[in-house]
């Protein structure tokens, strides 16, 4: 069965520190992974997105990491502010089928000052 | 003014109403989608559209049905409510992009309570 498991479910850090989540996948065939985070009371906004060729990709403070061989991949933040007090989805895309893709329950982030 | 626009952003109904939840774009895209989001569950696909003829089963579809009015309306309606359909329901949208690229934009949210 195609899942995606994200890793802690919450955290909680001071601000200023850094962080990182991770993400476990089993969707196969795989297309992409998207990151996205989704502020509370608010709909998911995209953050980055990888193929399988991609390793590394970075969006300001924000890197996301991506292992294809063992399906993993990570989100980790620099720096942290309280504006990132957020839940951080993982989205898997497969390749079969018309539409086909996979969201991660999210991990839910407080940045305390 | 915001691309993705839901309405109501909050609803309570009582079991076997009949609701409507509708969505608006102005980002031009042809692709549509709604979803429902649970405590502890990741969002899960209730219905998508490709285009205005086009309407698609996603993974939950039961006892809900859609239209799509036009390009920019996409309207989710539930013909008799049950309360496990409680819930946050958020419409998407998003390019016609080969290889699955495409990037989704979510609208707001909307909280539904059925008694």
């Known amino acids: 069965k195609n899942q995606v498991e994200q890793s802690p479910q919450s955290l909680i850090i001071l601000e200023g520190k850094n962080c990182t989540l991770q993400c476990n996948y089993t969707v196969s065939p795989f297309s992409n992974l998207r990151w996205y985070k989704q502020d509370t009371g608010r709909g998911p906004v995209s953050l980055t997105i990888?193929?399988?060729?991609?390793n590394t990709k970075s969006n300001g403070r924000y890197t996301a990491t991506l292992d294809a061989d063992t399906k993993q991949s990570s989100l980790h933040i620099t720096a942290s502010q309280l504006s990132d007090s957020a839940s951080y989805i993982c989205?898997?895309?497969?390749?079969?089928?018309?539409?086909?893709?996979?969201f991660g329950t999210g991990t839910r982030l407080k940045v305390l000052a | 003014d915001a691309d993705v626009t839901q309405t109501p952003r909050n609803r309570i109904t009582k079991t076997g109403k009949r609701i409507m939840l509708e969505c608006s774009q102005t980002?031009?895209?042809?692709?549509m989608y709604w979803y429902r989001q649970d405590p502890g569950l990741g969002l899960r696909l209730i219905y998508y559209s490709f285009d205005v003829k086009d309407i698609n089963k996603g993974e939950i579809s039961d006892g809900y049905s859609v239209s799509r009015q036009a390009q920019a309306k996409f309207s989710l309606s539930l013909e008799s409510a049950i309360p496990n359909q409680t819930a946050l329901y958020f419409c998407a949208t998003s390019e016609a992009l080969t290889g699955g690229g495409e990037t989704q934009y979510f609208g707001p949210g909307t909280r539904l309570l059925v008694l």
């Open positions: 980002k031009g895209h042809d692709r």
């Open positions: 990888m193929t399988f060729s991609e």
């Open positions: 989205v898997v895309r497969g390749t079969s089928g018309t539409y086909k893709y996979i």
